[in-house]
């Protein structure tokens, strides 16, 4: 094997890391040892050479002259971004007695880890750190900023994150793409669906507003925010009545269809088209294309999970494929998520056993501020990476309160000066993937593939792995685990899999041969991970769980005195917030701006350009008014998690809820609302 690092020249495979399910094969150009140039691998088997602009671009961010190089510490007020050169030694020692102090006066407990997935490598994201803070006996983050509430919500119909083979969406017949802006979020789904139309494939795209994906859409049907549920449910109604549904498919397959059948009858299009904004012809069209179409495809999307109702929304969609019997044939039924099929050794990689039944508490990740701001038990150390709550968070302002606090230690490692970092104690620089060895598991297709170290690592930054290595040496736990490299985590991680359809790879495999599928059966010849191990119409899961068992519709919470919906969605340059502060990425994004319908914009005298000041009682944001149809009266939406700029007014989640969402308590970014005038 060649040692990819020392090689000064040459075209290196490898993966890209970004949050994004689509986790293309690349292959990056080396020229006297640095990468002048990331493009996709054509052989990688669904991705097949085809990236984003983002990554194209890429190499834009990893020499920014904003990158880190080593670490700082604060000399300045919190948030001013005011710091000094120390050596690595230094900071550990600095990190190692600050919370050696806080731990004898508050217990471990004290300290709160706050991470996120800013690089989807497995033992970059979930590795070494949660050795480290499970032995320390920190406080514990529920990560269920992004898809807890759809996850939970899915897995009691289908039992976990399991779907459809991507691979064979070229099959399909429909392709109904709901609340899921994939031409700038999962590109390659796209390409899969054009293949599918090239051969009579028809698509549907579902959303709150017309994208770039419901351009492309052959019908797009526009949809009250939060009202995806009441559309399902009218759906099934139809489904049933029309005798649309494969009977024996139900009769083998599911637990619950009579129940069911019975259930839905109040469901009528007539009471969704009145929840829903949808015409009751559309309803009636739609049920009709979905019940004749097969095979029939569903990609469900981050849109719909991202509400007060997220959860039971995507159990009810998640039933409709069971209906027509799609699980049965090549491109038929859904993907939510797919990271059940690469389930790995998570335990051994994670160590959780290092708590040794610690009783620590837990903090949700979508209540930072809350929790920050807190006087009981007060949390008196934050410790973020591979995250930026300072803009993903919701109740932004509070976040930032709480970050403000003098007495909160705050230590952050990141790549770059993130708004975040800007209110540390200490700041750590961290390597790009590309400095990295690591293994990479997909949540949309079916492959995991092995990242190599392709270049040095960019200064003296360092690895999250190799941090946590040294705060372990700091702390002087003893365990053997904290010694692992970085190889023999990975070799831990996909060894004694309890997973059949990985369960023989092994890392000389994995090395060679670039990308492993997993192996994987069509579902319904699988006994599914419900507790039937059916697909589960009717659960008794969910009501032991407090849900009522069978799909229903509950609105989301009324924010009365706010007019207008607010769905604050992410933009096609960055991702999340990454490349927010890339000069490339936000040239090519040019300004944030606000989607008004046009009669909307008539009653507040707003025109096309105009600036908009849109407000609740949570903050307020200044942007610039796009006018038109494409969006429904009542809402109004913005693209893109934008970084801070000097007298500018353009923080998104300043305004969103800390709401937990039904199920899986999850975000709830997508729920809020707002008043809007004319700046
Ligand atoms: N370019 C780019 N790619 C990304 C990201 C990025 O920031 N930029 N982020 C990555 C991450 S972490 C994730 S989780 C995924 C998210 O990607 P997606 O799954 O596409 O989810 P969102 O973009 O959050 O929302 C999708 C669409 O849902 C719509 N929507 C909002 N509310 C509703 C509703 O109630 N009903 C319906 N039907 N639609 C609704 C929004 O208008 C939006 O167009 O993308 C990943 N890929
Ligand atoms: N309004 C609104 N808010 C949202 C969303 C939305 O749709 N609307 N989407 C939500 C969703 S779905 C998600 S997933 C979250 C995402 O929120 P975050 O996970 O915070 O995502 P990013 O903003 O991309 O920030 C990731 C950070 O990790 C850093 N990073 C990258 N690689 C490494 C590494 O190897 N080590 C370390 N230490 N740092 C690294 C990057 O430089 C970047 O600053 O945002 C959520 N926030
Ligand atoms: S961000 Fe997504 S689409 Fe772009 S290169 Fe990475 S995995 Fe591929
Ligand atoms: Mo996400």
């Known amino acids: 094997m060649v040692d990819v690092i020392k090689e000064k020249e040459g075209i290196f495979k490898s993966v890209c890391s970004l949050d994004c399910p689509d986790q293309c094969g690349l292959l990056v150009h080396k020229k006297d040892g640095k990468i002048i140039k990331v493009e996709g691998d054509p052989e990688h088997p669904v991705t097949q050479g085809n990236i984003c602009n983002k990554v194209r671009h890429m190499t834009e961010r990893l020499y920014d002259k904003n990158r880190l190089q080593y670490p700082m510490k604060r000399i300045g007020k919190k948030g001013s971004g005011e710091f000094t050169k120390i050596t690595w030694d230094e900071a550990i020692e600095i990190i190692h007695e600050k919370w050696s102090k806080l731990m004898d006066e508050d217990g471990p407990e004290s300290i709160l880890p706050y991470s996120f997935y800013g690089n989807m490598g497995n033992l970059t994201a979930e590795g070494m750190d949660r050795r480290f803070f499970y032995r320390l006996g920190a406080s514990q983050l529920e990560r269920t900023i992004c898809q807890s509430a759809g996850t939970v919500g899915y897995s009691y119909t289908m039992g976990g994150s399991l779907g459809t083979d991507p691979e064979e969406t ?143 929304s995507i159990r009810t969609i998640a039933c409709l494929p069971a209906l027509t019997g799609q699980w049965q044939y090549q491109g038929g039924g859904a993907i939510k998520g797919n990271s059940h099929f690469l389930r790995f050794n998570a335990k051994s990689l994670q160590r959780p056993d290092l708590l040794e039944n610690k009783q620590t508490r837990t903090i949700n990740m979508n209540q930072l501020g809350s929790a920050l701001l807190q006087q009981e038990k007060p949390v008196r150390s934050l410790f973020v990476y591979s995250s930026n709550p300072a803009i993903v968070a919701p109740e932004g302002n509070k976040v930032r309160n709480g970050l403000e606090r003098e007495d909160l230690f705050t230590v952050v490692h990141d790549l770059f000066l993130t708004e975040t970092a800007k209110y540390a104690d200490i700041v750590l620089p961290a390597t790009s993937a590309f400095e990295n060895l690591d293994f990479y598991t997909s949540y949309w297709h079916h492959y995991i593939q092995l990242q190599q170290p392709v270049i040095e690592p960019f200064g003296e930054s360092k690895s999250n792995t190799e941090l946590f290595r040294l705060l372990a040496k700091a702390f002087q736990f003893e365990e053997p685990c904290f010694q692992d490299s970085d190889k023999d985590m990975i070799q831990q991680a996909i060894e004694n899999v309890d997973n059949p359809s990985i369960e023989e790879i092994s890392y000389e495999q994995l090395e060679k041969q670039h990308f492993i ?163």
């Open 170 to 312: 070229v099959h399909s017949k429909l392709i109904l793409l709901w609340g899921i802006n994939a031409v700038s979020t999962n590109m390659h789904q796209i390409t899969l669906a054009q293949k599918a139309r090239k051969k009579g494939a028809k698509i549907v795209v579902i959303d709150v507003h017309k994208n770039q994906t419901g351009r492309l859409a052959d019908w797009f049907i526009p949809i009250r925010p939060g009202t995806d549920g009441a559309l399902a449910l009218a759906l099934m109604h139809l489904l049933f009545n029309k005798n649309y549904v494969d009977e024996e498919f139900l009769q083998n397959n599911t637990v619950g269809h009579e129940e069911l059948r019975h259930h839905v009858q109040q469901y009528t299009p007539e009471w969704a088209a009145q929840i829903t904004g949808i015409p009751v012809e559309d309803i009636l069209e739609l049920a009709k294309l979905y019940g004749e179409a097969t095979p029939s495809f569903i990609r469900i999307g981050n849109g719909l999970q991202h509400h007060d109702n997220g959860g039971m």
């Open 517 to 679: 599928k997993a192996k994987r059966k069509i579902v319904t010849n699988e006994v599914l991970p419900t507790p039937s191990g059916k697909i589960e119409l009717f659960s008794k899961k969910m009501e032991e769980d407090g849900f009522e068992p069978l799909p229903s519709f509950t609105p989301i919470y009324e924010e009365h005195h706010f007019p207008y919906l607010f769905v604050p969605a992410p933009n096609h340059n960055f991702l999340n917030s990454t490349f927010s502060n890339n000069e490339k990425h936000v040239s090519l994004e040019k300004t944030p701006k606000v989607i008004i319908h046009r009669d909307d914009a008539l009653k507040h005298e707003i025109a096309d350009g105009d600036f908009v000041r849109i407000w609740n009682n949570r903050g307020e944001v200044v942007l610039q008014a796009v006018v038109g149809e494409n969006v429904l009266p009542g809402v109004v939406v913005t693209q893109g998690l934008w970084a801070d700029k000097e007298g500018e007014n353009r923080f998104v989640n300043a305004l969103t809820p800390d709401r937990l969402s039904d199920m899986g308590k999850g975000a709830t970014f997508f729920s809020g609302r707002v008043l809007i005038e004319k700046k």
